[in-house]
T-cell receptor, first 112, second 115 residues
Framework: DSGVTQTPKHLITATGQRVTLRCSPRSGDLSVYWYQQSLDQGLQFLIQYYNGEERAKGNILERFSAQQFPDLHSELNLSSLELGDSALYFC???????????FGPGTRLLVL | GNSVTQMEGPVTLSEEAFLTINCTYT??????LFWYVQYPGEGLQLLLKATKADDKGSNKGFEATYRKETTSFHLEKGSVQVSDSAVYFC??????????????FGKGTLLTVNP
């Protein structure tokens, strides 16, 4: 158990819908990362937050957004969903200045 | 930009065989290097890491040495078990300033160990 929690574990929805994925980092970790894992793209970095502020963006679509709240949990919002958004979404956390990221169990999203 | 190249899988071995999964990287400066493992139906677990040249990371019988001259971080285990069956990801982390340590992953190598 990494100490990072993600909810829900599975999510099935329809095209055009909007969903919210939630992540709680390890106790004391200030940095949260979101990654997408798909068969064709592999594991790709989406976005990073540190202590409530956005710090880096990767291959994140404009239809996707995220935020980190004062209690340090983070949410990833996916809107106008398409079939191709079906993937595993991982959250990871790390301490402020250290590099090791610890991953949550992921949310498996299926868009029908 | 940064990139990681892993040997293509799948890799199938018999129990107690020797394992090598090759990993090479492209990055500026001095990245940190990682191996993560993903067991079926689970998330990513950190297996081992190395943060500077010639460092050896090790865990659960797995080892990898950070070789800057060959830009490699090959994963090895002397005697694999059925329970080692999983997907293995090589990754690098290179800070671009502040506390941004996003990971760049290889495509993953599926390992199957037969009894």
């Amino acid at each position: 158990d990494s100490g990072v929690t993600q909810t829900p574990k599975h999510l099935i929805t329809a095209t055009g819908q909007r969903v919210t994925l939630r992540c709680s980092p390890r106790s004391g970790d200030l940095s949260v990362y979101w990654y997408q894992q798909s068969l064709d793209q592999g594991l790709q970095f989406l976005i990073q937050y540190y202590n409530g502020e956005e710090r880096a963006k990767g291959n994140i679509l404009e239809r996707f957004s995220a935020q980190q709240f004062p209690d340090l949990h983070s949410e990833l919002n996916l809107s106008s969903l398409e079939l191709g958004d079906s993937a595993l979404y991982f959250c990871a956390s790390s301490a402020g200045q250290k590099e090791t990221q610890y991953f949550g169990p992921g949310t498996r999203l299926l868009v029908l | 930009g940064n990139s990681v190249t892993q040997m293509e899988g799948p890799v199938t071995l018999s129990e107690e065989a020797f394992l090598t999964i090759n990993c090479t990287y492209t990055a500026t400066g001095y990245p940190s290097l990682f191996w993560y493992v993903q067991y079926p139906g689970e998330g990513l677990q950190l297996l081992l890491k190395a943060t500077k040249a010639d460092d050896k990371g090790s865990n659960k019988g797995f080892e990898a040495t950070y070789r800057k001259e060959t830009t490699s971080f090959h994963l090895e285990k002397g005697s694999v078990q059925v329970s080692d069956s999983a997907v293995y990801f090589c990754a690098l982390s290179r800070s671009s300033g502040g506390s941004n340590y996003k990971l760049t992953f290889g495509k993953g190598t599926l390992l199957t160990v037969n009894p």
